[in-house]
């Protein structure tokens, strides 16, 4: 499966952004759960966003419960992250993981059970 991040880039505080990561070469009828995660200069790479492979389940970072949503679209196996009310903080690059196969309903935390990799995309929020 390989991922592809997008819709990144230069945004004020308190702005909105959405991003998209879209896959391709996914095995017909393997459940995949989805996750975003970010990393900013100098920090570790940290998961905000996460969901399983039907959408029902999802997991938020409390630094971004409240203000970014997850969703999915399974019909192309691309997830999306809608990013309102943005913090300088925010600024990191993006990236989409996804694991697969999962079981029905799994929700990922650990980044090393994801076994795809986006190379991600860059957002910065300027204050």
């Known amino acids: 499966v390989q991922l592809q991040a997008s819709g990144g880039g230069l945004v004020q505080a308190g702005d909105s952004l959405s991003l998209s990561c879209d896959a391709s070469?996914?095995?017909?009828?393997?459940?995949?759960?989805m996750g975003w995660f970010r990393q900013a200069p100098g920090k570790e790479r940290e998961l905000i966003a996460a969901t399983s492979h039907g959408g029902s389940r999802t997991y938020y970072a409390p630094s971004v419960k409240g203000r970014f949503t997850i969703s999915r679209d399974n019909a192309k196996l691309s997830v999306y992250l809608q990013m309102n009310r943005l913090k300088p903080e925010d600024t990191a690059v993006y990236y989409c993981?996804?694991?697969?196969?999962?079981?029905?309903?799994?929700?990922?935390?650990?980044?090393?059970?994801?076994?795809?990799w986006g190379r991600g995309t860059q957002v910065t929020v300027s204050s």
């Open positions: 070469g996914r095995a017909f009828g393997t459940m995949y759960a």
């Open positions: 993981a996804a694991k697969g196969p999962a079981v029905s309903g799994e929700v990922i935390v650990s980044p090393d059970r994801y076994n795809y």
